[in-house]
């Protein structure tokens, strides 16, 4: 996750000749990412889908239902795809 989104975003983030409206580009990453993880923490309560705790990076769930990795994830590629 972190080398194909994270750390690319982070890169167009802050290059120098980005002339892209940066503010836009977040607003909308954090947007998508709030209403993708109460998707998320909904599907996770119903029992749509389940991820085991081994296989968590962080072992931290949101509400004791979402993974974090998942939310780190919806904002990460909503902002890599923006920005491209």
Not at 39 to 66: E, M, T
Request: glycine residues 6%.
């Amino acid at each position: 996750m972190g080398f194909f989104f994270v750390f690319p975003s982070i890169y167009m983030l802050f290059r120098l000749e980005s002339k892209l409206p940066i503010k836009k580009i977040i607003f909308v990453s954090f947007l998508f990412g709030i209403l993708a993880g109460i998707l998320d923490i909904l599907v996770n309560a119903s029992k749509g889908w389940l991820v085991p705790d081994n296989q968590l990076f962080f072992h931290i769930r949101i509400l004791g239902y979402a993974p974090l990795e998942e939310i780190i994830w919806f904002f990460s590629f909503s902002s890599f795809y923006n920005f491209l």
